[in-house]
């Protein structure tokens, strides 16, 4: 197996597609978050609400979920498309170890982009000091952060040997981060729906026909998850690549960290490694190849 | 007879379609094994199954006799290499660069032999040149130069003069000459390009419909399909005698046919038949190639 991680890292680091993903993602991070470092120090009227961590976070674990697909097809895809994944199996390469060692390729290089951009989320230490949670907190948010990308790429590393064109599990993929992404908002927003609605006003007219605003009186929403739905929701929310992603995104909102289970998450991910893996391993193992 | 690789009653379905339906054969080491069949024979299943790449649905195969089904078969695999249709090279990197990494897949220590292998295959001075910019013949070479890393003594061609121009059949069929006497490489070559097979092969297995119809070494081919005269008479009989008084090789087709084996003196052997009461229809020269004999030997179909 360390000749096939030797031959794949070879290649990863030959990949020019691996090189400016990676450089452009550190590079947006940095200008990102320094830009809004500074717009908080410049209007913190405006930006009560924002910790150094939500700026840290913010965009990238979404920009991340485009990237690994992309990222994962067109380097996975090659093997099949340019067949040279003959190449190690007609040498006597084990099918299970081309998988593994595909997948934690994938996975190292998913990593790297995660590091780019929390490295370049680092440009709002200067301007902003240190996260409210502290170095542990943000370590958490990293580890989280990386089983995110991990899990990611091993769902993405088992359809990307289930769909051997390139072009179609490319876009397959991108359409399947996609759709996540959508469901894990669609949840998440539904989760946000607050149980009372406290806040509006009710307009009347008077005899003159003046109209009159009255403050509403708190009544349930009814558009309010409720259990045992509600626990449902938040389960899956923390399973889904995607709903990690938002709630990473989120991290500093208060009514997101309601709906964060940190130690589900990363369990839920290891799960996920674990699962696909071990899928990915017996499907690879039986596929016919042309 | 040593053999490299047998295969005995192997089967391939694809849903309800027989790709292989019983095959059997033996590539004898040491030999050009000349792989003969139309499209759609079973000669591509046939080789990705000794691949690994796909699993017989029944039936087995040996490689330096060991069954596939044998864990060790992985061990007998290092000793073989394989272009299966299309070669299998990384597009985006260089002769060099696709030799040294397939070098890292074997877990080879040293990238000794690069520059041997890209001399032998006529790519040495192709440096950077990315090989997405490379002719068809050049990659054919470089998936053949990829399949040589490792030193096989087992190659597996599937189809390697497809597409080329005739300049390219010439250096793959004199570097698959030279492999083969140099370095004693079995080859296996799949084909319909039955003219270019035969200046190769050694021995030949005909293939229809997923099933060997028959396997033969090309000095029996030769000696089946040589020159020979096609004689029409009104008696064989007398044909026969006539031919054995002038000691003559002949084969006997039918009641009014025969084949002779050597020049005849037409107005000898004109007379000498008509002294025996029997009158002379026609003479053909008869010549009959590997295309006619597999021809003859699939019934045309």
């Known amino acids: 197996m360390s000749n096939l991680l030797s031959a794949n890292f070879n290649r990863l680091f030959k990949k020019k597609l691996f090189w400016v993903l990676a450089v452009v993602l550190l590079a947006y991070s940095f200008i990102a978050t320094y830009d809004n470092a500074l717009q908080i120090v410049a209007e913190p009227e405006l930006f009560q609400n924002r910790s150094p961590e939500s700026i840290c976070f913010d965009e990238g674990p979404i920009v991340l979920a485009i990237i690994i697909p992309v990222f994962v097809s067109l380097f996975l895809g090659t093997e099949f498309s340019d067949g040279t994944m003959r190449n190690k199996i007609i040498v006597g390469s084990r099918r299970g170890q081309i998988y593994l060692a595909n997948f934690i390729t994938v996975s190292a290089a998913s990593l790297v982009f995660c590091a780019a951009w929390h490295i370049g989320a680092l440009s709002a230490l200067p301007v902003l000091g240190l996260w409210d949670a502290g170095v542990f907190g943000w370590l958490i948010l990293v580890l989280k952060s990386a089983l995110f990308c991990v899990a990611f790429s091993a769902i993405l590393c088992l359809i990307s040997h289930i769909i051997t064109n390139k072009a179609a599990v490319a876009l397959f993929e991108i359409i399947f981060a996609l759709a996540i992404l959508m469901a894990g908002s669609y949840l998440y927003n539904e989760l946000l729906e607050p149980e009372i609605i406290s806040s509006g006003v009710t307009i009347t007219s008077d005899e003159n026909g003046n109209n009159i605003m009255q403050p509403m009186e708190p009544h349930p929403n009814p558009y309010y998850v409720a259990e045992p739905q509600r626990s449902v929701y938040k389960k899956v929310l923390n399973t889904l690549p995607s709903g990690q992603a938002i709630l990473l995104a989120n991290v500093a909102d208060s009514d997101s960290e309601q709906l964060d289970l940190p130690l589900y998450s990363c369990c839920a991910s290891a799960a996920i490694i674990a699962v696909f893996t071990a899928a990915g391993t017996i499907v690879f193992r039986k596929k016919d190849l042309k | ?301």
């Open chain 2, 1 to 301: 007879m040593e053999y490299v690789m047998t295969a005995t009653s192997l089967y391939k379905n694809y849903g309800k379609f027989k790709a292989l339906s019983g095959l059997s054969m033996k590539v004898p080491k040491g030999s050009i094994y000349g792989f003969v069949g139309k499209n759609g024979a079973g000669k591509t299943t046939l080789i990705r199954l000794i691949c690994g790449l796909q699993s017989p649905s029944l039936g087995g195969y040996t490689l330096y006799g060991i069954e596939n089904r044998s864990p060790k078969i992985v061990k007998a695999r290092r000793r073989m290499g394989a272009v299966v249709e299309t070669p299998s090279i990384y597009l985006d990197m260089s002769a060099r660069e696709n030799l040294k990494e397939q070098y890292r897949v074997l877990g080879l220590p040293s990238f000794d032999g690069i520059d041997e292998l890209l001399e032998l295959v006529g790519l040495a001075d192709t440096g950077r040149k990315k090989s997405r910019n490379f002719s068809l013949g050049m990659r054919q070479r470089l998936g053949i130069a990829i399949a040589l890393c490792g030193n096989p003594d087992f190659l597996v061609l599937d189809e390697p003069v497809n597409g080329l121009d005739p300049q390219g059949i010439v250096e793959i069929r004199e570097l698959i000459l030279r492999l083969n006497r140099e370095k004693n490489i079995t080859v296996l070559i799949s084909s319909h390009i039955l003219d270019e097979l035969s200046k190769l092969a050694t021995h030949y297995g005909f293939i229809d419909g997923g099933r060997m119809i028959e396997e033969i070494s090309a000095e029996e081919l030769e000696a089946a399909c040589r020159k020979c005269m096609r004689i029409e008479v009104t008696s064989t009989r007398a044909l026969a005698l006539v031919l054995d008084r002038m000691n003559i090789e002949y084969k006997i087709l039918s009641d009014s046919t025969a084949d002779v084996y050597s020049k005849l003196n037409i107005s000898a052997f004109t007379k000498a038949l008509a002294e025996a009461g029997c009158e002379l229809i026609s003479v053909q020269e008869h010549d009959e190639s590997l295309e006619s004999y597999y021809i003859n030997l699939v019934g045309g179909n």
